[in-house]
């Protein structure tokens, strides 16, 4: 059977772009079809449990990436320094609630993205807005902007070297948990997450010996878990990569482990929830402050329709004002339902703004504000705060204000990089890991 027929093609598609050539995207598309998967679906069923586990309170999902990856940052060193942040995250996370932690990255595949404007205007020239490496180029010329197809070919093979390396990292014994000290090497961190972070990998190195000693095998700790995640936007690139499992019969869409779809397309009688509907992946939905508890309902009837655990999570993305007023008749509702649904605090698409430079930016203190009243809100209602979605980077960029080392305004311009939203950088994200562990851990008394 072919993986396309599962899919009603006569639904509208928010957010696609306006390729000039449909022919040369049909070519794309035949090709692409012919492609080997990038994930296994028993891969994607593995995380499902998972994200069961967290659902029922017994994990923490940890995700985070770019906002938009980019073909020219697919580095090695680029890549590194992301896993090294989030596994850096994800052990202080573990080491002070006491929980497994679920790591996925936004990676391996976050080349596309919506925009509020088609176009962008400059200087009195109009040409189609950035969308993602998947679709132009960020450079303001006629010839950059103009959707491309062909970018879908290198978004594939960019997502697979990506992978390559990012399982060649978790597999190979670099995200050993004994490698807890090493992680630490190589970036100029702020001396006082620094030694924290020490501290702590010294009681893990401490705790690690006293099992060996006992007998506990440590090559139980060589290989690592990490799952890729991307928002699944562009359809014909998403729809193209999905297949039939010959195990189950089942369509999966093989090029991420975890899709969600956004807050600006998911229309309930949209192409992109019928799209999540019909593969069996694990399978996200970002809800913003818009949200009602009906829509959400509906969300739920319409892709976890036999409320299967770990199917379905909502990644709330509310804004640190709203959190506490917006999140709780969600949660509510969903409880109330019955439904088993995994709730993640994405803290920064609702706190973006524009600094007077005219960058785009976000307060490191109204992510962790936003993080806060996530956790209060769960508190409340008894419900379990399941995790948290965060742009970051592991290189040093001025791109949130606030943390540590007191980004300012002016430090803007220092070096800002990210092709769309601006990110954490790897202090900040430490920063930030440690103040949600102890959000975690306090929860949990
Ligand atoms: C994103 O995750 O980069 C994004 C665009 O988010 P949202 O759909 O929540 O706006
Ligand atoms: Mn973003």
Redesign the pocket.
């Known amino acids: 059977m072919n993986a396309n027929s599962v899919f009603n093609s006569n639904l509208k598609a928010a957010q696609q772009p306006t390729w000039p050539d449909q022919g040369a995207v049909d070519a794309v598309v035949k090709e692409l079809a012919t492609y080997p998967p990038l994930v296994f679906a028993g891969e994607c069923d593995n995380l499902k449990e998972k994200i069961a586990q967290a659902a029922a309170g017994n994990a923490f999902w940890l995700q985070g990436g770019d ?1 938009a990856e980019t073909f020219v940052a697919a580095t090695a060193d680029s890549v590194r320094n992301r896993i090294k942040t989030i596994l850096q995250m994800a052990a202080v996370l573990q080491y002070f609630s006491s929980l497994p932690v679920v790591k996925v990255g936004r990676m391996a595949g976050q080349f596309a ?2 925009r509020s404007n088609d176009s962008e205007t400059r200087n009195g020239v109009t040409l189609p807005a950035y969308r993602g490496d998947a679709v132009n180029d960020l450079e303001f010329t006629k010839e950059a902007r103009t959707p491309n197809p062909k970018r879908l070919l290198k978004v594939y093979n960019t997502s697979a070297s990506t992978l390559n390396l990012v399982r060649a990292f978790t597999q190979g014994g670099f995200a050993d948990i004994r490698q807890v000290h090493s992680w630490n090497k190589g970036f100029a961190a702020d001396a006082r997450f620094s030694a924290r972070y020490e501290e702590m990998a010294n009681e893990i190195g401490r705790a690690l010996q006293f099992m060996q000693s006992a007998g506990v095998d440590p090559e139980a700790f060589k290989s690592v878990d990490f799952y890729s995640s991307h ?1 699944a936007l562009i359809l014909e690139y998403e729809k193209a990569l999905t297949r039939i499992d010959s195990r189950t019969g089942n369509a999966y869409d093989v090029s991420a482990h975890f899709l969600w779809i ?3 397309t998911r229309q309930l009688d949209g192409a992109h929830i019928d799209f999540a509907e019909k593969i069996h992946n694990p399978t996200g939905v ?1 809800l ?1 402050p818009k949200t009602t508890p009906e829509e959400a309902l509906a969300i739920i009837k319409k892709l976890n329709p036999k409320n299967e655990p770990g199917r379905l999570t909502f990644i709330s ?1 509310m804004g640190a004002t709203l959190i506490r007023e917006k999140l709780p008749p969600l949660v509510e509702a969903a409880s109330k339902s019955g439904a088993s649904v995994l709730w993640v605090c ?1 803290p920064m ?1 609702g706190n973006t703004y524009e600094a007077p430079s005219g960058y785009k930016t976000r307060k490191f203190d109204d992510v962790l504000d936003e993080v806060r009243g996530f956790f209060e809100v769960h508190k409340k209602l008894g419900t379990h705060p399941g995790g948290i979605h965060i742009e970051l980077t592991g290189d040093d960029v001025t791109e949130c204000v606030g943390g540590g080392d007191q980004i300012s305004h002016e430090d803007l311009a220092t070096r800002y990089e990210s092709a769309c ?1 601006p990110r954490l950088n790897h202090t900040q994200s430490l920063e930030l890991a440690f103040l949600v562990a102890e959000m975690l851990r306090d929860h949990k008394k």
Do not use: A
């Open positions: 906002c993205k919506p928002e956004g807050e600006r970002k913003g993305r994405d698409h939203d």
